[in-house]
């Protein structure tokens, strides 16, 4: 993993992600190293994704002055994403704390932060999280633990990330559940225990959305990884990848029924 300290000249840019104002990315790349992450092919990243990380070591300071710049503005509140394209609690975030130190700026009622992870490391900032207008998400795409490996390579267990949930809950922190990318033929595998399972964390609500490719370089990525380890879900997944509407149409109707036998609230992007 080559590792560079670099300044940033902004933190917070605009977003349209899930309804929220900004994201915030600590860091550019990222150590889980996911195989269908979209990140590299969205910042047009030339180098290999999941080998580099870039720690915005300024992160701090610039954020600092782009607050004072608002402050003169009309907006009175933002909702922030922390993070669109990085994880902000991967493993360099236990030493430089740049995640941490940008909440500590981030402070009710001004802001309210949506902070999505895979990682066990948020609850080093529990206490934080307490004090703040704020929502965790932890993404999970299946409940397998062998495909979790397959496609989350960097990334602690799915049950590890749902330990983590029903701990924030109990500390009466917001939560949610990304419930995605979907896998085809993956995600859906036994998916009233996954659902159940999900019940038992008790997240706020739930966000599902497709896997969407971004290019054709995004697909060959994928496809490499599924001609080792799926080489039977390569030509289903080319199929419902580029024209899958009838078996989408068909999972969301599963999932709904779900949602309202556990009696959870979702939120579909897709
Ligand atoms: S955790 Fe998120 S940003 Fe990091 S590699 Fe996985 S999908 Fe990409």
């Not at 969205?42 to 990380?53: I, Q, Y």
Request: one cysteine or more; a positive charge; proline letters at 5%.
């Amino acid at each position: 993993m080559e590792v560079k300290e670099k300044k940033c000249r902004t933190i917070m840019s605009k977003s349209g992600l899930y309804g929220t104002d900004y994201s915030i990315n600590p860091y550019t790349g990222c150590s889980h190293n996911c195989v269908y992450c979209y990140a590299p092919f969205v910042l047009r990243e030339k180098r290999e994704w999941g080998k580099f990380v870039d720690v915005k070591v300024n992160a701090v300071k610039v954020l600092e002055k782009q607050i004072e710049r608002h402050k003169k503005g009309d907006i009175t509140s933002f909702h922030i994403l922390m993070s669109s394209v990085t994880d902000p609690y991967q493993d360099l975030e236990k030493n430089y704390k740049i995640t941490k130190r940008l909440l500590e700026k981030l402070k009710p009622p001004k802001f309210l932060v949506s902070i999505l992870t895979k990682s066990t490391l948020v609850l080093r900032d529990l206490d934080l999280l307490k004090k703040m207008n704020c929502e965790v998400g932890l993404t999970i795409t299946t409940l397998d633990e062998k495909a979790a490996k397959v496609f989350e390579p960097g990334t602690p267990s799915p049950e590890k990330r749902l330990e983590v949930l029903s701990y924030l809950k109990i500390s009466k922190v917001k939560t949610y559940i990304f419930f995605g990318p979907l896998l085809p033929f993956i995600s859906d595998v036994n998916l009233e225990k996954t659902i159940h399972r999900f019940s038992m964390a008790k997240p706020d609500y739930i966000v599902i959305d497709r896997l969407n490719i971004k290019g054709p370089n995004h697909w060959k990525k994928i496809k490499k990884v599924l001609e080792e380890h799926y080489p039977d879900l390569v030509n289903k997944w080319k199929e419902v990848l580029f024209d899958g509407s009838e078996y989408y149409r068909e999972f969301r109707k599963r999932l709904i029924e779900l949602f309202q036998k556990y009696d959870l609230k979702y939120e579909f992007c897709f």
